[in-house]
């Protein structure tokens, strides 16, 4: 039990937690702002690399998970899956939230998605245009650097530009939120590091194509590196790690929990520290609550206490709908006739607009980008037995053939056995295709026996799905390629999407009847039928918006925080 009584809670530490954290420890430093994380710090050189520690990488809990096993290792890993009907889940937990594995893509959605009548007035494109800028700076979005340095060269950039230039498709480089330098003019050397403006200490980025596992090098700029640094080092707010929220109580004026109260004495936020083996709960008060636990983790804390703990019965009726996975497809496309080296370079760097920026069409608007992965998998990938690997021994094998026969020995240099064993990868010519597009957003999240559960209407963003599919294909002819297949959840059996952009769940209205949030600038982000509690992160959204979230799920959170503190939001964050 904490007995100081906070002036602001925040719930979670992505995007949404790490702009509450800072703006708020701003208008109330030294300690009265509290931060609960649920995950672990990660420092430089922190991150999972080798199976073992990878083992341990993921998100387990044994009381959470429904039929685990209680003998079950707890972990407190990075990478949080979530399996439901046709569509699964992978969210993050660690101190940066999910900006610990996004792709780091800072992209403004076109203004016909947020002239859907479900967005409402407040949150139209010209009222959210000053917050995407402010955003945008704290983040250092900028395109990939070009030079006269080799290395800044990444040819599957090329690739799918040559690809998009086929298909008549305009492909541009992307605004990515990761670290070259304080300079945008003048990029530092790749592996230099240096201070941020923020003072915490940066890579310029190495090119590793780790971005999606944690960046070892903290070239990434995740808010735990910006907003957070400057909230915990400048504005001394307390961050506490490994805490699980576990349920908000509403308190009546003489600081007694009461369910009938509406948020105008505050709140009791019960947790579970992780850290410790033995009584784990305890609990800590505050004036006002933010919820920022991504769009999973909040709606499920909210309908718990709507619903199991009774303790917040007053929330619209609506929470838990219009969930989106935001359209997500992935593709791979094998072996193609030339290079696209697909482990080099930051994970996305170039976009190409299918009808979302231009001639939108809204049941097929998608934008296809160039995902990478760590060249570590490439190692796996490559002795895949494919007919590839079978060349390559093919070759082996003649090479020491060839060495016994002619020159009666083994004895002797020996580097083109090595050379003719890899040089057949499959890697090195493939590319992955990453899809995001404007489902329908009908999905609703709901407890089902305690834990939460998605019901996901597929069907209805079928047109958008086959039209990705279609253009997988085009790629695989295009660049003439041995195969190409969708992410191994989409076969003939069965057909489920996995989203890494789950939305929804909370979203911002005009009227609790339609919404969960209000749209009221004034009460930008606070929970109907309650004074002081409001959320910030990925489920205020109230439909997909085709491109990477995290701009918008920013700028909402900087216009929530703004209405909390009266604070007009800068970038230099002191």
Known sequence: ????????????????????????????????????????????????????????????????????????????????????????????????????????????????????????????????????????????????????????????????????????????????????GNDFQNPTPIGVQEKNRYGALQTSCTYCGECDVGCNTHSKNTVDLNYLHVAEHIHKAEIKTEHLVQKIVPLNSQGNEDPDSQGENGYRIYFLDLTLAGNRLSYADTKRVIVSAGTLGSTELLLKCKEEWKTLPKISSRLGERFSGNGDFLSFVLKGKEESNPNYGPVITQGTDFNLFKNPDPKR??????????????????????????????????????????????????GYLFQDLLANDISQNSSVLLFMGVDNSHGKMFLQEGQLNIRWTQKESMPLYEKILETSKEFYKITKAKLWFPLFTWNFFSKSNITVHSLGGCVLSDHPETGVTSSDPKTFGQVYGYQNLFVADGSLLPTAVGANPIATISALSERVAEGITGIEPDSGLV
């Open 1 to 180: 039990m904490t007995k100081q009584m906070y002036e602001a809670i925040v719930i979670g530490s992505g995007f949404g937690g790490g702009i509450s954290a800072c703006r708020l420890s701003k208008k109330w430093p030294n300690g009265q702002v509290l931060v609960l994380e649920r995950g672990k710090r990660y420092p430089m050189y922190s991150f999972a690399r080798t199976p073992h520690e990878m083992s341990k990488n993921f998100w387990n809990i044994p009381s959470e998970a429904k039929g685990g096993n209680p003998e079950d290792e707890e972990t407190h890993g990075l990478f949080d899956i979530r399996h439901f009907e046709k569509m699964d889940a992978v969210i993050s937990a660690g101190f940066g939230g999910g900006s610990l594995i996004y792709a780091n893509v800072f992209l403004e959605p076109p203004d016909w998605v947020l002239d859907d009548e479900r967005w409402p007035e407040s949150c139209k494109k010209d009222k959210l245009t000053p917050y995407y800028k402010i955003a945008k700076e704290v983040l250092g979005a900028r395109p990939i650097p070009t030079n006269n340095d080799p290395r800044r060269r990444i040819i599957r950039t090329e690739r799918f530009k040559q690809v998009a230039d086929s298909l008549g498709r305009e492909s541009k480089l992307l605004d990515i939120n990761v670290f070259f």
């Open 365 to 414: 608007a998608f934008i296809l980008e160039d995902a990478s992965y760590p060249s570590f998998g490439s190692w796996a990938v490559n002795f895949i037995p494919t007919p590839s690997i079978w060349k390559s021994l093919k070759s082996l094998l003649k090479d020491i053939w060839y060495k016994l026969v002619r020159a009666g020995s083994l004895y002797g240099r020996s």
